[in-house]
């Protein structure tokens, strides 16, 4: 261990009075008279923070972070004790880096600490375990208790250890147990209060352990396990501060103050302006918001692509304004409740912008607040429920003007993210993505692909809306199949007997009706004698229906008159319009011959019955009329 010390010189006889003033209880001598020590966080009550002399606490918390910082500095500086050690579990370099920020310099200590200041360095070190009953089990935490002994021990001394887990056998119960109430003792017979920072013991079995969305819940691990339970019985108070859903909680597991304890309690935990940690209010407080309460401490904190802001003549100045996503990407490294404004310019860029807002929410966590402004292209209703998906917070429109931009950016501070994410983007992404083909499919083929978009885009919760059209009697399959004209990706129709069935890709059931109307040349009104809109579990139930039907009595297939495209594929050289107009023309004439030879056909049979039934009376038989099947002009044109 390596120190970094506050102690000043004192004269025999200063330090003969100081200790003679202590014994006394001299008013202001620091003696009797001096108050408990406590854990420094703005309104947590004192039973939930109080340090009592000679007694062990634990803290399940993550080393190295904002949070562990302010709880360890900020509880130093205001120790009622002149003799402060704090043991900081990581490099050398980056704890004098931290003191220099705090105001320590080499050549003078600093002002409003305690005197005795200690600040001590713990190298990573491994040791194997042996036998648990053995004296090895003790090895590590012996070890360091020794080294600590270099910088003295004081009665009513006050110690903060990061990184305490490397100290215990955490794999044997039995040693852990032991370990506790060694260290309990060792703390009450040199009237010593050890507050105990512990992580995690081990990563090495959680694949998560990276990710900033999960890497803090697996303190309820470290501290639920029952092995753990004769360890903390040890101690006279357990707590974890962590992130759940990207806010800081402050748990209590249990503390004792005196006679009182408190089990089970829980309290939301903010950032100062000054970076000390504070309990969030439950109802709005003067003093709090003169002070100001922030999940994290760059929570003002905004960064913005340079296209999101564009020629805009005023810019707040504390914005962070960067060339484009991947720099935006760099500039949230490390960052935890920012706001960040990504932009969206087409088609072309989804890919990438999902990428950026998965990357974004799963490293940063649930504070962080994700922007998608739309600065070319109008963002496509699947595109925006996809990037909600991925962990983006709010989606605004390309023609809402910058000074409502600022406002909107204003309400979601304080709010985290609470939506799942999704695992994988890629995935996401291909379920928001409609099928390249449009137009005519057989009643099977459209079954089958409707079935195959549904499951696929259920992640997502894509609406979509299959309108069922019953034809007018007199409108044959083949004119109204003619009046449709599907343009988006996706939209497909087929037809069965007497219904026309049009499925509308990512729409809205509000939107249905307008879409439907550009879906056909001519209005639906004129095709139709009932419209039925379904969404939903109604898609599937009428698709039930439809293939059950089809099985019964297979439908009339009319792929070769108007076969399917594929979206975005160069147009036949049959559809220019001359020969579209020869086509159809063609098509009204076989139409025609196929009416007038059912027409033709149904009379010649009526007549071949009349004279059945007149020669069955001459030749005076009795015989029973009974009805004889015949074809529908009309239906019989539908497959000509």
């Given at each position: 261990?390596?120190?970094e010390?506050?102690?000043?010189?004192a004269?025999?006889?200063?330090?003969?009075?100081?200790?003679?003033?202590?014994?006394?209880?001299?008013?202001?001598?620091?003696?009797?008279?001096?108050?408990p020590?406590?854990?420094?966080?703005?309104?947590?009550p004192?039973?939930?923070?109080?340090?009592?002399?000679?007694?062990?606490?634990?803290?399940?918390?993550?080393?190295?972070?904002p949070?562990?910082?302010?709880?360890?500095?900020?509880?130093?500086?205001?120790?009622?004790?002149?003799n402060?050690?704090?043991?900081?579990?990581?490099p050398?370099?980056?704890?004098?880096?931290?003191?220099?920020?705090?105001?320590?310099?080499?050549?003078?200590?600093?002002?409003g600490?305690?005197?005795?200041?200690?600040?001590?360095?713990?190298?990573?070190?491994?040791?194997?375990?042996?036998?648990?009953?053995?004296?090895?089990?003790?090895?590590?935490?012996?070890?360091?208790?020794?080294?600590?002994?270099?910088?003295?021990?004081?009665?009513?001394?006050?110690?903060?250890?990061?990184?305490?887990?490397?100290?215990?056998?955490?794999?044997?119960?039995?040693?852990?147990?032991?370990?506790?109430?060694?260290?309990?003792?060792?703390?009450?017979?040199?009237?010593?209060?050890?507050?105990?920072?512990?992580?995690?013991?081990?990563?090495?079995?959680?694949?998560?352990?990276?990710?900033?969305?999960?890497?803090?819940?697996?303190?309820?691990?470290?501290?639920?396990?029952?092995?753990?339970?004769?360890?903390?019985?040890?101690?006279?108070?357990?707590?974890?501060?962590?992130?759940?859903?990207?806010?800081?909680?402050?748990?209590?597991?249990?503390?004792?103050?005196?006679?009182?304890?408190?089990?089970?309690?829980?309290?939301?935990?903010?950032?100062?302006?000054?970076?000390?940690?504070?309990?969030?209010?439950?109802?709005?407080?003067?003093?709090?918001?003169?002070?100001?309460?922030?999940?994290?401490?760059?929570?003002?904190r905004?960064?913005?692509?340079?296209?999101?802001?564009?020629?805009?003549?005023?810019?707040?100045?504390d914005?962070?304004?960067?060339?484009?996503?991947?720099?935006?990407?760099?500039?949230?490294?490390?960052?935890?409740?920012a706001?960040?404004?990504?932009?969206?310019?087409?088609?072309?860029?989804?890919?990438?912008?999902?990428?950026?807002?998965?990357?974004?929410?799963?490293?940063?966590?649930?504070?962080?607040?994700?922007?998608?402004?739309?600065?070319?292209?109008?963002?496509?209703?699947?595109?925006?429920?996809?990037?909600?998906?991925?962990?983006?917070?709010?989606?605004?429109?390309?023609?809402?003007?910058?000074?409502?931009?600022?406002?909107?950016?204003?309400?979601?501070?304080?709010q985290?993210?609470?939506?799942?994410?999704?695992?994988?983007?890629?995935?996401?992404?291909?379920?928001?993505?409609?099928?390249?083909?449009?137009?005519?499919?057989?009643?099977?083929?459209?079954?089958?692909?409707?079935?195959?978009?549904?499951?696929?885009?259920?992640?997502?919760?894509?609406?979509h809306?299959?309108?069922?059209?019953?034809?007018?009697?007199?409108?044959?399959?083949?004119d109204?199949?003619?009046?449709?004209?599907?343009?988006?990706?996706?939209?497909?129709?087929?037809?069965?007997?007497?219904?026309?069935?049009?499925?509308?890709f990512?729409?809205?059931?509000?939107?249905?009706?307008?879409?439907?109307?550009?879906?056909?040349?001519?209005?639906?009104?004129?095709?139709?004698?009932?419209?039925?809109?379904?969404?939903?579990?109604?898609?599937?139930?009428?698709?039930?229906?439809?293939d059950?039907?089809?099985?019964?009595?297979p439908?009339?297939?009319?792929?070769?008159?108007?076969?399917?495209?594929?979206?975005?594929?160069?147009?036949?050289?049959?559809?220019?319009?001359?020969?579209?107009?020869?086509?159809?023309?063609?098509?009204?004439?076989?139409?025609?011959?196929?009416?007038?030879?059912?027409?033709?056909?149904?009379?010649?049979?009526?007549?071949?019955?009349?004279?059945?039934?007149?020669?069955?009376?001459?030749?005076?038989?009795?015989?029973?009329?009974?009805?004889?099947?015949?074809?529908?002009?009309?239906?019989?044109?539908?497959?000509?």
């Amino acid at each position: 261990m390596s120190t970094e010390s506050n102690r000043t010189s004192a004269t025999p006889a200063a330090s003969g009075l100081s200790r003679w003033l202590r014994v006394a209880g001299w008013p202001g001598s620091g003696g009797r008279q001096r108050q408990p020590e406590r854990l420094a966080v703005d309104g947590l009550p004192d039973e939930w923070a109080t340090l009592a002399p000679g007694s062990l606490y634990a803290i399940y918390m993550t080393a190295a972070t904002p949070a562990s910082d302010a709880l360890i500095w900020t509880s130093a500086r205001e120790a009622q004790s002149s003799n402060v050690t704090v043991v900081l579990a990581r490099p050398r370099s980056a704890i004098a880096a931290s003191m220099r920020e705090l105001g320590f310099s080499g050549d003078r200590p600093a002002r409003g600490w305690p005197r005795g200041l200690n600040v001590l360095t713990m190298p990573d070190f491994a040791q194997p375990e042996a036998d648990a009953r053995g004296p090895v089990a003790f090895a590590k935490l012996y070890g360091a208790l020794r080294a600590l002994k270099r910088f003295g021990f004081r009665s009513g001394a006050l110690y903060f250890v990061e990184g305490a887990e490397r100290w215990f056998s955490w794999s044997d119960p039995v040693a852990l147990a032991r370990e506790g109430r060694m260290l309990a003792d060792w703390c009450a017979s040199r009237n010593i209060t050890l507050v105990l920072l512990l992580g995690p013991a081990s990563h090495g079995d959680d694949p998560d352990s990276d990710d900033a969305l999960f890497a803090d819940e697996t303190l309820n691990h470290e501290a639920v396990p029952s092995g753990r339970l004769e360890f903390h019985g040890a101690c006279a108070g357990v707590a974890r501060v962590q992130r759940t859903h990207g806010e800081l909680l402050w748990h209590v597991d249990f503390w004792r103050t005196g006679r009182a304890l408190v089990t089970g309690a829980v309290r939301s935990l903010r950032f100062t302006d000054s970076g000390r940690l504070t309990v969030a209010p439950d109802s709005p407080d003067t003093s709090t918001s003169r002070t100001g309460a922030h999940l994290a401490r760059d929570e003002e904190r905004v960064v913005a692509c340079r296209s999101v802001v564009g020629d805009e003549a005023w810019v707040p100045r504390d914005w962070d304004i960067v060339a484009d996503q991947a720099a935006a990407l760099v500039a949230c490294e490390g960052a935890q409740a920012a706001t960040v404004l990504l932009e969206y310019l087409g088609g072309a860029q989804l890919e990438a912008l999902c990428a950026a807002i998965h990357t974004l929410r799963r490293r940063c966590g649930r504070a962080l607040k994700i922007v998608v402004v739309e600065r070319g292209e109008v963002l496509r209703h699947q595109y925006e429920l996809l990037v909600l998906s991925l962990g983006a917070n709010l989606v605004i429109g390309r023609q809402l003007p910058f000074s409502r931009i600022q406002s909107l950016l204003q309400s979601l501070r304080g709010q985290l993210h609470t939506r799942p994410v999704a695992d994988d983007y890629r995935t996401a992404l291909a379920a928001a993505l409609s099928d390249d083909i449009l137009g005519y499919l057989p009643v099977g083929t459209f079954s089958a692909r409707l079935r195959g978009v549904l499951e696929r885009s259920a992640a997502l919760r894509l609406p979509h809306v299959l309108v069922k059209i019953a034809l007018l009697p007199s409108l044959s399959h083949v004119d109204a199949l003619r009046h449709c004209t599907p343009r988006r990706a996706g939209d497909v129709f087929t037809a069965d007997a007497s219904h026309l069935y049009v499925f509308l890709f990512a729409c809205r059931l509000a939107d249905a009706g307008a879409a439907l109307a550009h879906f056909f040349d001519v209005p639906v009104a004129g095709l139709s004698e009932r419209t039925v809109y379904l969404a939903e579990e109604g898609i599937a139930a009428e698709l039930d229906a439809l293939d059950a039907a089809h099985r019964r009595i297979p439908v009339a297939d009319f792929s070769d008159l108007f076969p399917a495209t594929v979206a975005g594929a160069q147009p036949r050289p049959a559809e220019t319009p001359a020969e579209t107009s020869k086509a159809t023309d063609a098509l009204s004439a076989i139409a025609a011959a196929a009416q007038l030879e059912a027409v033709e056909r149904a009379l010649s049979d009526a007549r071949n019955e009349a004279a059945r039934a007149g020669s069955a009376e001459a030749g005076g038989s009795a015989r029973t009329r009974h009805a004889e099947p015949c074809a529908m002009p009309l239906r019989a044109t539908e497959n000509p």
